[in-house]
Nanobody
Framework: QVQLQESGPGLVMPSQTLSLTCTVSNESITTNFRYWSWLRQSPGKGLEWIGYIAYAGSTYVNSPRKSRTSISGDTAKYRFTLQLNSVTPEDTAVYYC????????????WGQGTQVTVSS
């Protein structure tokens, strides 16, 4: 059974960098055709897709925050990370990692989510 677990700071100060890690159990992130995504849900808003890292290592970040976002993978440790620079209070959200068996927009695996608050 594949399981995902997010980890990272619950509180980040404005203008700092947010780093979150998703640890995958029982499956390598390089398994063929797997896409590993980050999503978030801000208070009062719907689920928002941030971007993905694919099984071959390619990454894609959604346009609104492309300039300050990076996604990377550590194949040896079965995990992938999200880095979001220059955070503002608008980045306060519950952040989720998810995995899709064949594409980046349908998710077969979900983490439980982690609350991140941006505040001074």
């Amino acid at each position: 059974q594949v399981q995902l677990q997010e980890s990272g700071p619950g509180l980040v100060m404005p203008s700092q960098t947010l780093s979150l890690t998703c640890t995958v159990s029982n499956e390598s992130i390089t398994t063929n055709f797997r896409y590993w995504s980050w999503l978030r849900q801000s208070p009062g808003k719907g689920l928002e897709w941030i971007g993905y890292i694919a099984y071959a290592g390619s990454t894609y970040v959604n346009s609104p925050r492309k300039s300050r976002t990076s996604i990377s993978g550590d194949t040896a440790k079965y995990r992938f990370t999200l880095q979001l620079n220059s955070v503002t209070p608008e980045d306060t959200a519950v952040y989720y990692c998810a995995g899709g068996k064949m594409n980046y927009y349908w998710y077969d695996y979900w983490g439980q989510g982690t609350q991140v608050t941006v505040s001074s």
